[in-house]
């Protein structure tokens, strides 16, 4: 049974930094194409990076240069390290894992910039 499970969504100040965790059970990380989406409150769901199974990595172009995703192998665990967040990087962020054309989900955490 495949199980996703994110952590270290909090509230932080314009400008700040966050690094969100993606705990994978049931799937070997390094091998699965996997990402992050996110969704704010009246929008659909986005795209906001991902990392192949070699280990390459896309962004969206409204975070590139300022969110790194990564993958540690040994603990099956995915991050997305976010810096010079902006009031509009809120939103809940989902962890996705993409195995043989099934997406699974996590539960999501809560991304919150303001001042």
């Known amino acids: 049974q495949v199980q996703l499970v994110e952590s270290g969504g909090g509230l932080v100040q314009p400008g700040g930094s966050l690094r969100l965790s993606c705990a994978a059970s049931?799937?070997?990380?390094?091998?699965?194409?996997m990402g992050w989406y996110r969704q704010s409150p009246g929008k659909r769901r986005e795209w906001v990076a991902s990392?192949?199974?070699?280990?390459?990595?896309n962004y969206a172009d409204s975070v590139k240069g300022r969110f790194t995703i990564s993958r540690d192998n040994a603990k099956n665990t995915m991050h997305l390290q976010m810096n010079s967040l902006k009031p509009e990087d809120t939103a809940v962020y989902y962890c996705n894992a993409t195995i043989f054309g099934l997406a699974f989900w996590g539960q999501g955490t809560q991304v919150t910039v303001s001042s």
């Open positions: 049931g799937i070997t990380a390094s091998s699965t194409v």
């Open positions: 990392i192949d199974n070699g280990g390459r990595t």
